[in-house]
């Protein structure tokens, strides 16, 4: 195969015209761009950095007790070393002094490095960080005035079928550029973050493999379309099934990171829904499924208080369809907190429109705070880190969405042998027959001295029960 391609490769230069002029003039039109993408890799390319990031971890000397199962019994014994653990990355300065990267990417990073297309290099710092859209915003230190900011677009305006380039650090090999078109808009159900299985994605067949993460998206003017995180593959590499977080979000996190906000913070919306299948909208009279459909409603949403009911179903927010529970999610997620937003209703065969307000996850708890508690009580609880469930935990894990009093969530396992048997993000809801509503209630059980220890949670929706003797 390689014989026969430099065969006709060959081929092609004998016959090829030898006085044919050569135009050296770059293409300054959409037609003649569709000839070379350099110009606009010219104008974006220099926007977007490799990212080191590197995190201090501790480790056994001894190799056994770097496994769990022995570290279990013998985690005190034997001395520890220390060693860097380095990540790769791209990023994509969007500010001055700012650049937006993936969160995976700088997750737990002890020093992070960036380093500029004209190779030079600067530290940074992060500052506003959120797992669930899978975005950081670092600030870069002693940042000089000539960082070249890469403009964001419009991603609502995209269309499946428009070229876009993707440009990032593959496998660490340097600044590299393929691309592809817009090959699906809105695609939902695969989150970033531990427990999100929501998510609201650009997809592109341009090719994005390891090292991509946080790299650009951009158009045909060289603007900002998405940020590259993430990729179906069965091989490690790309299968031309990229996804790319839409700019509109990452310009809102940019935003308030600006503004001094050191997490994302989203509306509340206090309200589960589910998609409207063929079935429910038969039974709806809708001529063709469309919009979502209102399941739940909490105490203090919003959305209940604007008149909006179970059974409902919603159509539009801000204007723009929602056709699935992540879109709607998505575009909550862009609008501003403290503005009043059209929500377009199907209620009782009539449409109609009504005005939402966007709150704080927090609002319906009246300054009432939550932290995380370390249980440290023998029993079946100990090494367990637990808060109580709010709407702005429950947002920013992924959950279901919750009131005050919902529950106490497990946020983190400080205990290897706990692990067998709870989940981070597992909400307990009953302990020896008691419902357990707050941090307050489960403490008051802890003292107990129990041969017998039965545990209600609720993971991921289901039901699981456990049981402990002795």
């Known amino acids: 195969m390689k014989l026969a391609a430099l065969a006709l490769a060959a081929g092609l230069a004998v016959f090829s015209p030898a006085a044919l002029p050569a135009d050296t003039r770059a293409p300054a039109t959409m037609a003649e761009i569709q000839l070379s993408f350099a110009p606009v890799v010219e104008a974006s390319a220099p926007s977007v950095v490799n990212i080191y990031a590197t995190q201090i971890v501790a480790e056994s000397a001894n190799p056994f007790l770097n496994d769990p199962f022995f570290s279990q019994f013998f985690r005190d014994l034997g001395p520890s070393r220390l060693r860097e653990q380095n990540a790769l990355g791209s990023g994509v300065i969007v500010g001055p002094g700012l650049v937006v990267t993936n969160f995976h990417v700088v997750e737990n990073a002890d020093k992070i490095r960036i380093a500029l297309a004209d190779r030079r290099e600067f530290d940074g710092e992060v500052m506003l960080a959120d797992e669930k859209a899978d975005l950081a915003v670092i600030r870069v230190a002693d940042a000089p005035d000539d960082l070249p900011a890469l403009p964001f677009a419009d991603s609502d305006a995209l269309s499946v079928g428009d070229l876009v380039l993707a440009i990032g650090n593959p496998f660490g090999v340097g600044q590299t550029v393929s691309s592809g078109i817009i090959s699906g808009l809105a695609r939902t159900g695969r989150g970033g973050g531990a427990f999100n299985t929501g998510g609201y994605f650009i997809q592109t067949d341009a090719p994005i493999n390891p090292g991509n993460s946080g790299g650009a998206l951009v158009d045909m003017r060289g603007r900002l379309v998405g940020i590259n995180t993430q990729i179906l593959t069965r091989s490690g590499g790309s299968n ?221 929706g289901g039901i699981v029960y456990l049981t402990w003797r002795g």
Do not use: Y
């Open 240 to 460: 031309g099934i990229g996804f790319a977080i839409p700019s509109n979000l990452v310009a809102r996190v940019v935003a308030q990171a600006e503004a001094g906000a050191t997490s994302f913070q989203r509306p509340w919306a206090g309200i589960e829904v589910q998609p409207v299948d063929s079935d429910i909208a038969a039974a709806l009279g809708f001529d063709r499924p469309r919009g979502v459909l209102v399941r739940t409603l909490v105490e203090g949403s919003p959305f209940l208080a604007a008149g909006v009911r179970p059974g409902d179903v919603i159509l539009s927010l801000a204007g723009v369809p929602v056709n699935a529970p992540g879109e709607l999610e998505f575009r909550l997620s862009l609008q501003e907190i403290g503005r009043k937003v059209p929500v377009e209703i199907m209620s009782g065969g009539r449409k109609r429109t009504v005005e939402v307000e966007m709150v704080a996850p927090d609002a319906a708890l009246a300054g009432v705070s939550s932290k995380p508690v370390h249980i440290t009580a023998p029993g079946p609880f100990e090494g367990l880190v637990v808060q109580d469930l709010t709407p702005a935990l429950a947002d920013r894990l992924g959950l279901r969405t919750s009131r005050p009093g919902d529950g106490v969530v497990i946020v983190g396992i400080d205990n290897p042998r706990r692990s067998r048997n709870f989940q981070l993000g597992d909400i307990i809801r009953e302990v020896n027959g008691v419902g357990i509503g707050s941090v307050a209630d489960l403490a008051g059980l802890l003292d107990e001295r129990r041969s017998t220890w039965k545990v209600i949670l609720e993971r991921r």
